[in-house]
Each structure stands twice: as structure tokens, then as C-alpha cells.
């Protein structure tokens, strides 16, 4: 499987501000994909990010409030807009992994809590 | 609409007690269903199931599926405290993205 970074581990913000999540990863990969995970939550999926093609969000996430860049194939990043105390969540990205499957390797994730 | 319905949501077991976790499913044009553990923040993978009645196994961890019934369970024999996890189950949807079940938080006590 992939070996996957993300940065920060936490971190601990004023409402109204943004932070910008980072997600590297060891190996090219053509998907990686986005969650969130509210207090006591499953996932949620928020949006799954292509190189070279804008990402594309479920129902419910919007680009304004999580603009996603993906730059090259190793690489990708979220951004929390415009925080609210709603917003405090884990942030997790994702990979395929290698081959024909669908198995998801997920990142260690992004603490975020919002006051 | 695809979900993914986990039972029990907790359980509390001793150690050396055998569990079982169940997730039902209902998803259109179903592919795989998988399982994780999460322990603090990022899940990892456990199993990945696509054919009924096929058992997969690792060490005391084994799970199998059931897509005439729509569900897998999740067995751990000889629990330990180390299992103490949450164990989500998620199906593959229709666009390729996972949906997950609530999970099952599973206590292990000494």
C-alpha cells in the first residue's frame, strides 16, 4: 500500500479563518479522495480530486467552502474556508490502491477544532 | 439511496471472548465491501470482500460476506485489549466512493 502523509496532524483555529490540509503521497496515484469525520462520526465523503480535472464534491460540500487543488500525482490539498465551530472534524485523504481494486488507503489525518 | 447499517453500534467484551460485528448493505450495482479498524484517527484496512461465502482470515481476524442477504460480519476470536477499535464497514458506491457504516465501538476489557 501507499505510504501517506498529511500535514498538519492538528491543529486549532479561530472561527473565520481558513486552514489548508496537505496530503503527499509515496507513489503516483490517479485518485485521491477527501473525508471528514465529525465528532462520533463516520466518514463522509467530501469530494475526490483528479490531476488535471477539477475536483468533484458530494452532495452537500461546495467548492467556495472546500477548494481542493490537486497539482501533480503525489499530491493534493483541502482547504477549510471561512471556519465555524461545525467544522471541527478529522480531515482524511485517500488512495486506491495498487491494481484493480477498491480498497482505500487513508492518511493519518488532520485534527482540526474551530472556536 | 446506498447505506450502510453497522450492529451493534458498542460492545463491551472481556479478554479471550469472541465477537461478532454485522454490517448490512443496501447499494446499487455492489462491488466490494470493506473493513477497518480505527484506533485514533485514520482507519486501516482490514479486509476487502467481493465474492460470497469466501472467508478471509488474518490471524485472529476473519470475515466473510453474504450478497444473497446483503451482509458481512466480522469475527475476532481470543480477543485482546489491543482490539479495542472502532471497526467500520464500508461498501463501494455506485461513483467508486466508499460509504461507510457508523461503526461498531468495541471495548476490550483485562
Known amino acids: 500500500s501507499a505510504v501517506i502523509s498529511q500535514k498538519p496532524s492538528r491543529d486549532i483555529c479561530q472561527r473565520g479563518t481558513s486552514l489548508t490540509i496537505q496530503c503527499q503521497v509515496d507513489?503516483?496515484?490517479?485518485?485521491m479522495f477527501w473525508y471528514r469525520q465529525q465528532p462520533g462520526q463516520s466518514l463522509t465523503l467530501i469530494a475526490t480530486?483528479?490531476?488535471?480535472?477539477?475536483?468533484?464534491?458530494e452532495s452537500g460540500f461546495v467548492i467556495d467552502k472546500f477548494p481542493i487543488s490537486r497539482p501533480n500525482l503525489t499530491f493534493s490539498t483541502l482547504t477549510v474556508s471561512n471556519m465555524s465551530p461545525e467544522d471541527s472534524s478529522i480531515y482524511l485523504c485517500s488512495v486506491l490502491g495498487q491494481g484493480i481494486t477498491d480498497t482505500q488507503y487513508f492518511g493519518p489525518g488532520t485534527r482540526l477544532t474551530v472556536l | 439511496e446506498d447505506k450502510v447499517v453497522q450492529s451493534p453500534l458498542s460492545l463491551v467484551v472481556h479478554e479471550g471472548d469472541t465477537v461478532t460485528l454485522n454490517c448490512s448493505y443496501e447499494?446499487?450495482?455492489?462491488?466490494?465491501l470493506l473493513w477497518y479498524k480505527q484506533e485514533k484517527k485514520a482507519p486501516t484496512f482490514l479486509f476487502m470482500l467481493?465474492?460470497?461465502?469466501i472467508e478471509k482470515k488474518s490471524g485472529r481476524l476473519s470475515s466473510i460476506l453474504d450478497k444473497k442477504e446483503l451482509f458481512s460480519i466480522l469475527n475476532i476470536t481470543a480477543t485482546q485489549t489491543g482490539d479495542s477499535a472502532v471497526y467500520l464497514c464500508?461498501?463501494?458506491?455506485?461513483?467508486?466512493?466508499?460509504?461507510f457504516g457508523k461503526g461498531t465501538k468495541l471495548s476490550v476489557k483485562p
Open positions: 447499494v446499487t450495482n455492489f462491488r466490494s
Open positions: 507513489s503516483q496515484v490517479t485518485m
Open positions: 464500508a461498501v463501494v458506491g455506485s461513483q467508486g466512493n466508499l460509504i
Open positions: 480530486a483528479n490531476q488535471g480535472s477539477e475536483a468533484t464534491y
Open positions: 467481493t465474492s460470497s461465502g
